[in-house]
C-alpha cells in the first residue's frame, strides 16, 4: 500500500483545522470519501439522474442498470449466492431493524430466547429490546471478559434450545474486539437458532464471506467504508427472506394492486418501497472498486499495524486506560484520569485532531466498563503511524494543560 498515493485520493484530508493540518482519527463514525466515489456520484447526477425500474427512456435505462450493477458488485464483494439475497437500505440500523420486525416479530413467541452481548452498538441492541417486549421473549447477554472478548464456553452456556436468535457485532465500535461469529453461528444453529452480524465495523475493514460464515443475516453501512451516508446493505439467506413480510410498503414493491389485497414482487425488490437510494448505490459500487483494488487484507494489515503502534505509544502515557483486548481491529478507544473525554477531543480538535468522545452508542458497555464515556480514536486505510505519533503528542499536551488548571 502506498499511502502517500491513497491519502491524495481523499480531498478533505488535505485541509487545515484550526491552523493545523488534519488528522482523522474518527473512522469508526465515518470514513472520508476518495475521488472516484465523489466523481461517480456527480456523474450520475449531471448525466443520468432518473428513477429506476419505471422508465423505458434511455436515462431511465441507465439508472436502472447502475443501480442493480451495484447489487452485483455488492454480492461479489461479500460472496452471496445470488442478488436476490442483497437488499438496499439506508444502513446498518435499518438493516437490523426489518431483520427484527420482520423475521423477529413473526418467528418469537413467549419463552424464547434472543442472545446478543454487552458490546453491542444501540443499532444491535434497541431493536431486539423492542421485539423481545412485543413477543414475550427474553434478551440474554453473553458474559463479557475482563479483556473485553467473549468465550466459546461461554457462548455455550448462553444459548440453549430455547435460543431463536443469536445477533452479535463482528467487530466492537469500542472496544476493536473481532468476535469470533463463524463459531457463533455454529453454536447457534446446533441449537436451532438464526445467526445476525452487525458487520458496520467490519465490512470496511476485512474480507467478508457470508457463505464461509454461514450468517443467516448480515447489516452493513456505506459511510463507513468510502461510500456516501444514507445506504447501507442487508443480506439474507434467501430462504428466509422470501418467508418474510416487508417492513415498508408502498410504491415499487408491489405486483398487483386491487382495492382491498395486494401482492409482493419477487425478492430483492418487495424490501426496497419507494424510490430508492439511486446515488448512494452507485457510490457504494465505486466505494467498493476502490477498496478491493487496495485489497481489503492489506487495508487489515495496515490498520493492524497501525493500532498495535498506537497501543504501544500509549502504554508510556501515565494514568492512561486503555479499554479492550491487545489483538483488536484498528483503533483505540481510553480515558484520561481526572479529564473528561469531551475535554481530550476538544483539546485534541484544537490541534487538528478528529476523534470521537461519548459512549459510542454502548452505554450497556460503559456500565460493563464502569465509566460514562470514553474517548476513541480509529483508524482507516489512509492514516499513518506520524499521525498517531501528532495523537500523542496532543494527549501529553491535554495532559499537561489539565494538569497546570488543576
Known amino acids: 500500500m502506498d499511502i502517500k498515493e491513497i491519502r491524495k485520493q481523499f480531498p478533505i484530508l488535505s485541509q487545515k483545522v484550526n491552523g493545523r493540518d488534519l488528522v482523522y482519527l474518527d473512522n469508526a463514525a465515518t470514513s472520508q470519501k476518495p475521488n472516484v466515489v465523489i466523481d461517480a456520484i456527480t456523474k450520475y447526477y449531471r448525466e443520468y439522474n432518473s428513477n429506476v425500474h419505471r422508465g423505458v427512456h434511455t436515462l431511465g435505462t441507465k439508472a436502472t442498470d447502475a443501480y442493480e450493477g451495484s447489487r452485483e458488485r455488492v454480492r461479489q464483494f461479500i460472496n452471496a449466492k445470488s442478488v436476490q439475497e442483497i437488499i438496499f437500505t439506508r444502513g446498518t440500523t435499518t438493516g437490523l431493524n426489518m431483520v427484527a420486525q420482520s423475521y423477529g416479530r413473526a418467528n418469537l413467541n413467549e419463552g424464547d430466547e434472543i442472545v446478543i ?12 429490546q423492542q421485539v423481545a417486549k412485543e413477543t414475550g421473549a427474553t434478551l440474554k447477554y453473553i458474559p463479557l471478559k475482563e479483556d473485553g472478548t467473549i468465550s466459546l464456553s461461554d457462548v455455550r452456556n448462553t444459548i440453549t434450545a430455547n435460543t431463536k436468535i443469536v445477533s452479535i457485532a463482528l467487530v466492537s465500535n469500542v472496544l476493536g474486539t473481532i468476535n469470533p461469529v463463524k463459531e457463533i453461528g455454529e453454536i447457534a444453529h446446533q441449537n436451532g437458532a438464526v445467526l445476525v452480524v452487525d458487520a458496520a465495523q467490519g ?14 443475516f448480515l447489516a452493513f453501512s456505506g459511510h463507513k467504508m468510502c461510500a456516501p451516508t444514507g445506504i447501507g446493505v442487508l443480506y439474507g439467506k434467501k430462504e428466509l427472506l422470501e418467508n418474510m413480510e416487508p417492513v415498508e410498503t408502498g410504491g415499487e414493491m408491489i405486483d398487483f394492486v386491487g382495492l382491498y389485497e395486494s401482492t409482493w414482487k419477487e425478492l430483492p425488490w418487495k424490501f426496497e418501497a419507494g424510490t430508492p437510494i439511486i446515488a448512494g448505490a452507485v457510490g457504494l459500487a465505486a466505494a467498493i472498486d476502490f477498496l478491493e483494488e487496495i485489497g481489503l487484507e492489506n487495508i487489515f494489515n495496515h490498520e493492524h499495524r497501525l493500532a498495535q503502534y498506537a497501543l504501544e505509544q500509549c502504554s508510556n502515557i501515565e494514568g492512561m486506560t486503555i479499554y479492550g483486548p491487545k489483538e483488536r481491529a484498528g483503533l483505540v478507544t481510553f480515558n484520561l484520569e481526572g479529564i473528561h473525554p469531551h ?3 476538544t483539546v485534541l480538535d484544537a490541534e487538528g485532531i478528529a476523534i470521537r468522545a461519548g459512549h459510542h452508542c454502548a452505554q450497556p458497555l460503559m456500565k460493563c466498563l464502569e465509566v460514562s ?18 495523537f500523542i ?7 499537561e494543560y489539565f494538569g497546570n488548571v488543576i
Open 203 to 216: 465490512a470496511p475493514h476485512m474480507k467478508i464471506d457470508v457463505q464461509d460464515l454461514n450468517c443467516d
Open 117 to 128: 452481548t454487552y458490546m453491542e452498538h444501540h443499532a444491535n441492541l434497541i431493536p431486539w
Open 343 to 345: 475535554d481530550v477531543a
Open 373 to 390: 464515556a470514553t474517548a476513541r480514536a480509529s483508524f482507516y486505510l489512509y492514516n499513518t503511524e506520524e499521525e498517531i505519533d501528532l
Open 393 to 399: 503528542r496532543a494527549i501529553q499536551k491535554t495532559k
